[in-house]
């Protein structure tokens, strides 16, 4: 017996050895050989698989200047990066969220709430050059053999060691500490090749350290944050810091050279473009969801919190045991539409109607869906009110989920948010229009709060304008200095 146990460590051994030898590329940034178990053709086609899902999921922004901006100056930088012959694509996504993040192969994205944020095309070329470094970097790739290299070696212990499969719950919690750690240091990493590229096209990389105060106040400061250790990402204090240290190393290789921070060519480019949250796409006021571009409403159940993105619309419960889903299904005929969704998710159907839902044709269905079991576990019931209301040319689908021996607390909930879904005939609704940044020359010099309440920014606002200014509220803001003010549709509140 003991005997086998060793010849069967042995051969464990063996084969990991080989699959790590067999499993290693050279990084084309550090030039060292690391752990990968994908190729650089797998990497771009997941890239390619990605990208419609995540233009489908964030909807793209329409900002031709922009998008140009963000295109030109992105194969600027990829083409002198170490991975000049990815198929490089950088796209600009509709949303408010402070973000930009990239996937392999060389798939780059910007939020408009991230490009509003920039208050220089240098801050840009840092946060591109971030992006750009987890690419060249293979970043994603180092990550999934670490976690699948992990995985192994757990699942390994807990069938060799009943004591380890008793501690399964707090090792996989320690492996997602180790697995955070190794993205602050793909993040640090980053930031050094953000710094190197947009050096070497020209532009001055402090001010990509400048943008880490901009962060670190619109995540409230240190003292509002969770502890680094437990942290994705470095603390944007630390990061200001340590990038600022690493542009002036950078710089000091060429001495002499004058860095573009290009300061009004950047906020001239932001003037007139959506800022928050876009009307058009359904926003939530006094308890009820209202659609201006689909001209839909329903109301939103209490305390439940709501979910918006281009493909569909959630709520979730307050204990998170239920939620409600709104999306367009497909077809014209809610009969059909139904069916299909019928045959599609297996649904053991109890009752159906077809009772129209505030005058409009709607079929309604009430069953189970059987979840397939895990090992040694016993199938889940998902039980799933679905409604197929057709409006306007389209059939939207609304569907309460929860699990069968749970739904009965939160059907009420359901058959309310349901039950509202009607057409939006208020002009004021119809009509609401976003808010925009607008570009302002400062008539005299004085604090960015003064400048602010002088453009007509409420009050209650003047600090959140601030931070979008990268600028506290007290700073001195020269005559003639350009800064970003409110336009549209001006909320007293936000």
């Known amino acids: 017996m003991r005997y086998f146990?060793?010849?069967?460590?042995?051969?464990?051994?063996?084969f990991v050895v080989l699959f790590l030898t067999q499993s290693c590329q050279v990084n084309p940034v550090t030039g060292k050989r690391q752990l990968a178990f994908m190729s650089e053709e797998k990497e771009i086609a997941l890239g390619k698989s990605y990208d419609p899902q995540v233009v489908a999921e964030m909807g793209e922004y329409k900002n031709p200047a922009m998008a140009t901006f963000l295109n030109q100056k992105g194969q600027a930088m990829a083409a002198i990066s170490e991975r000049p012959n990815l198929p490089w694509k950088f796209t600009l996504i509709d949303s408010d969220v402070v973000n930009a993040f990239a996937v392999p192969g060389g798939f780059v994205y910007f939020t408009r709430g991230i490009m509003a944020h920039f208050n220089n095309e240098a801050q840009f070329a840092g946060v591109l050059g971030h992006e750009i470094g987890h690419v060249t970097a293979r970043h994603t790739v180092a990550q999934q053999a670490k976690q699948t290299l992990g995985q192994i070696g757990l699942i390994g212990g807990m069938i060799l060691s009943p004591e380890l499969a008793s501690q399964g719950e707090s090792l996989m919690q320690g492996m997602q500490m180790l697995f955070l750690k190794f993205g602050?240091?793909?993040?640090?990493?980053?930031?050094?090749?953000?710094?190197?590229?947009?050096?070497?096209?020209?532009?001055?990389?402090?001010?990509?350290?400048?943008?880490?105060?901009?962060l670190d106040r619109l995540t409230g400061g240190s003292e509002n944050r969770v502890p680094e250790f437990q942290s994705t990402h470095p603390d944007p204090a630390n990061r200001k810091v340590r990038v600022g240290q690493l542009a002036q190393a950078a710089q000091a290789t060429t001495p002499g050279q004058k860095f573009e921070v290009g300061r009004d060519s950047y906020l001239r480019m932001l003037d007139g473009m959506i800022y928050g949250k876009d009307p058009a796409q359904g926003f939530v006021e006094a308890g009820s969801?209202?659609?201006?571009?689909?001209?839909?409403?329903?109301?939103?159940?209490?305390?439940?919190?709501?979910?918006?993105?281009?493909?569909?619309?959630?709520?979730?419960?307050?204990?998170?045991?239920?939620?409600?889903?709104?999306?367009?299904?497909?077809?014209?005929?809610?009969?059909?539409?139904?069916?299909?969704?019928?045959?599609?998710?297996?649904?053991?159907?109890?009752?159906?109607?077809?009772?129209?839902?505030?005058?409009?044709?709607?079929?309604?269905?009430?069953?189970?869906?059987?979840?397939?079991?895990?090992?040694?576990?016993?199938?889940?019931?998902?039980?799933?009110?679905?409604?197929?209301?057709?409006?306007?040319?389209?059939?939207?689908?609304?569907?309460?989920?929860?699990?069968?021996?749970?739904?009965?607390?939160?059907?009420?909930?359901?058959?309310?948010?349901?039950?509202?879904?009607?057409?939006?005939?208020?002009?004021?609704?119809?009509?609401?229009?976003?808010?925009?940044?607008?570009?302002?020359?400062?008539?005299?010099?004085?604090?960015?709060?003064?400048?602010?309440?002088?453009?007509?920014?409420?009050?209650?606002?003047?600090?959140?304008?601030?931070?979008?200014?990268?600028?506290d509220v007290n700073q001195s803001l020269p005559a003639g200095t350009l800064f970003k003010a409110l336009g549209g549709d001006v909320k007293r509140q936000k």
Do not use: C
Not at 5 to 14: A, D, P, R, T, Y
């Open 289 to 471: 969801f209202f659609h201006p571009g689909l001209k839909f409403q329903f109301k939103i159940p209490g305390q439940w919190k709501l979910l918006n993105s281009p493909s569909q619309v959630q709520m979730v419960s307050p204990d998170q045991k239920s939620v409600i889903q709104m999306k367009l299904a497909q077809g014209t005929d809610q009969q059909a539409a139904a069916q299909s969704f019928v045959q599609e998710t297996k649904i053991a159907v109890a009752s159906s109607s077809n009772n129209s839902i505030n005058g409009l044709p709607a079929t309604t269905i009430l069953g189970d869906i059987t979840q397939q079991a895990q090992q040694g576990q016993r199938p889940q019931v998902l039980r799933v009110l679905a409604s197929f209301i057709s409006y306007g040319g389209n059939v939207y689908m609304m569907a309460g989920l929860a699990m069968q021996k749970d739904f009965n607390r939160y059907q009420r909930d359901m058959e309310y948010a349901i039950g509202t879904f009607s057409q939006l005939t208020d002009q004021s609704k119809l009509s609401k229009k976003p808010e925009t940044i607008k570009i302002v020359s400062n008539p005299r010099s004085q604090s960015i709060g003064q400048a602010l309440t002088g453009a007509g920014v409420p009050q209650a606002r003047v600090k959140e304008l601030a931070i979008l200014n990268g600028m």
């Open 5 to 14: 146990h060793g010849q069967k460590l042995l051969g464990i051994f063996v």
């Open 184 to 214: 602050r240091d793909a993040e640090s990493q980053s930031d050094e090749l953000g710094v190197k590229y947009s050096t070497q096209i020209g532009y001055d990389a402090k001010e990509m350290a400048g943008f880490f105060g901009t």
